[in-house]
């Protein structure tokens, strides 16, 4: 929602400043300018990523429309979810939870949190996690290790869509000035019909390098800033569950392992104390 009052504002603040100082819209309307720089600009974002990526920012995108998935009550199921599988471990044995991790979709357990079941890599790590721990034999410390490697992993593919949205956005005012180029050059060839058809082309041209600015800083650009935001959130998601599970793995009791989980959730997101406190009695009541 925020991300298109954003927009609006921008481009309601530059139609109402142009239209201030006296100037005509229909002169912006350059169809050739958004063709020359619209077209290079997909162009070479196809040249420079693959496929996947392409889809990944299409989707992050649509998602900075939506708004991050993440928010204080993601967080607060969440902590509920992993309440009650520790609570569930501690009481029928860890060789209870098998069933749970090898089949989520059907698990008694995480079927009740569907926020959660939504986050495809969170439940990936949370059950590959559990896999590792019921196996046995694996210290703590190389516990850590292995879900650090996991979550490194992860963020750093999921970082490249915005990288990629962030380069197309620094081209942008280089394309514009491609733009504006061939528009000089259309004007030299007119330049002996008069001064309204050269004045007329010269608009055009400045058209292409306003447009190229204009999407890099005004558009582009801060769509880009919103998805690594977005990757950034979903990242602390995933350190929440790390620091919970690294915390049932070394003995703690499963009051004690959502503390931490808590606790690594950043401040503008994290449940309070007594949020927590009411979510898990609402998680014992079930």
């Given amino acids: 929602m925020f991300v298109i009052i954003g927009i609006v504002i921008v481009f309601g ?4 400043g142009y239209l201030m100082a006296g100037g005509n819209v229909m002169v912006l309307l350059q169809i050739s300018e958004f063709v020359i720089i619209g077209g290079a600009a997909v162009g070479s974002l196809v040249i420079a990523n693959s496929m ?32 009650e599988i520790f609570q569930f471990a501690k009481r029928e044995g860890l060789i209870a939870l ?35 721990v ?26 490249v869509a915005p990288a990629a949205l962030s380069t197309m956005a ?7 000035i491609v733009a504006a180029v061939l528009g000089v050059v259309i004007t030299m060839q007119s330049i002996s019909e008069g001064a309204e058809t050269v004045g007329h082309h010269v608009a055009a041209a400045l058209v292409g390098t306003f447009l190229g600015v204009l999407l890099s800083y ?13 990757v950034q959130k979903e990242s602390r998601y995933m350190q929440a569950i790390k620091a919970a ?5 070394k ?35 079930k």
């Fill in 52 to 83: 996947t990526t392409i889809k990944k920012i299409i989707a992050g995108i649509l998602q900075t429309l939506k708004g991050p998935r993440v928010n204080k009550q993601a967080y607060v199921e969440l902590l509920q979810l992993l309440y």
């Fill in 245 to 249: 599970l690294l915390s049932f793995a």
């Fill in 170 to 176: 620094d081209a942008f005012p280089g394309l514009g």
């Fill in 13 to 16: 603040a530059l139609m109402a």
């Fill in 98 to 132: 098998e069933s749970h991790v090898e089949n989520p979709e059907s698990s008694s357990i995480l079927s009740k949190y569907p926020t959660f079941l939504a986050n495809e890599h969170g439940v990936e790590f949370l059950c590959d996690t559990l896999k590792v």
């Fill in 218 to 230: 005004g558009l582009v650009g801060p769509l880009a800033k919103n998805m690594d935001n977005i």
């Fill in 251 to 285: 003995g703690a009791p499963a009051a004690v392992a959502i503390e931490y989980g808590r606790r690594a959730v950043n401040p503008e997101s994290r449940p309070s104390f007594k949020e927590t406190e009411d979510a898990i009695k609402q998680t014992k009541n």
């Fill in 134 to 159: 019921l196996s046995g034999g694996v210290p703590a410390y190389d516990l850590e290790e292995l879900m650090d490697i996991d979550l490194e992993a992860h963020h750093a593919e999921e970082a």
